[in-house]
């Protein structure tokens, strides 16, 4: 989705479904775990950092580039003027460089999996999430339905048929019980049909998907993670290397990410590209 103004600015939302583990790095360790996600310091919600975004993309243009270029003497590098153009040029080193005509901010977390007795898994929001997510929708000219009425503590809400839902009306997350108090219909077919793509996950998610309290999704954000012990073998005597055994803090699978994409017109002097 995008809007494109008189200025010429153009805007979209980025989401990111991980289909594996993910291990968006600090490269600081505060505690037992050597090598944790990187989090917001305000909140503690994992996020994914705009440069990392911006990076990856930057490199999946060069290779579709340099497919262009297969069988001739021409090679994209970080200095093709296209990839300049978009991305800012690879070094600053003359009074004519340029910033580049995209910017992308930190991927924020929309959706976290958690362990459910019923239906296998589910995903769960809160309204604090939505309220950002209403927020920065705005500025790619669209809007998420309201988020369900404030919730008391040990309350959730989720569709009234949720695989999810034991027969009074509870669930479970973890090891957390819930009571269902409202629906959560109009924002879980809005995350489905907008994060993601293929038809049965899209399903899964409008009838797996919960919101709950804001301090019981920091809660899970923070401690429902995966902990992985990394070691290293000494090759003779296939015990651990001296100091070769550390642990690796991963986000699950199915966690749903989403970012901003915002471009400009090419600020590059010899190419001329339009934000659109």
């Not at 090891?175 to 409202?182: M, Y």
């Not at 804001?214 to 003779?236: K, N, P, Q, S, W």
């Not at 296939?238 to 055994?245: I, N, S, Y």
Request: net charge neutral; proline share 7%; with cysteine.
């Amino acid at each position: 989705m995008s809007s494109k103004s008189k200025s010429n600015k153009s805007n979209a939302l980025l989401f990111l479904h991980a289909h594996t583990p993910l291990h968006p790095g600090s490269g600081t360790a505060l505690g037992f775990v050597d090598l944790p996600v990187q989090r917001e310091r305000h909140t503690q919600w994992p996020l994914i950092p705009g440069s990392a975004l911006k990076g990856i993309l930057r490199d999946a243009c060069r290779e579709k580039e340099r497919m262009k270029y297969e069988g001739s003497r021409r090679r994209a590098n970080d200095e093709d003027p296209t990839l300049t153009a978009v991305f800012g040029p690879g070094k600053i080193e003359s009074s004519d460089s340029h910033a580049g005509a995209l910017s992308v901010t930190d991927a924020r977390i929309l959706a976290f999996p958690v362990r459910s007795p019923k239906g296998v898994f589910a995903w769960v929001t809160c309204p604090a999430v939505l309220e950002r997510l209403s927020r920065d929708v705005s500025l790619v000219g669209t809007s998420i339905p309201v988020p369900p009425a404030k919730l008391g503590p040990g309350e959730a809400a989720c569709n009234d048929k949720s695989p999810l839902l034991f027969d009074d009306g509870s669930l479970i997350f973890e090891e957390f019980e819930f009571k269902r108090r409202a629906s959560a219909d109009a924002v879980a077919e809005w995350i489905a049909r907008h994060a993601v793509k293929d038809e049965p996950t899209i399903n899964r998610i409008k009838s797996h998907i919960a919101v709950i309290p804001d301090d019981d999704f920091t809660h899970f954000v923070r401690y429902a993670v995966e902990v992985t012990a990394r070691i290293g073998l000494d090759h003779d005597t296939k015990t651990v290397k001296t100091g070769a055994l550390f642990y690796e803090e991963f986000l699950p699978s199915e966690t749903i990410f989403y970012a901003l994409v915002m471009a400009e017109d090419s600020r590059r002097k010899d190419k001329n590209m339009a934000a659109v």
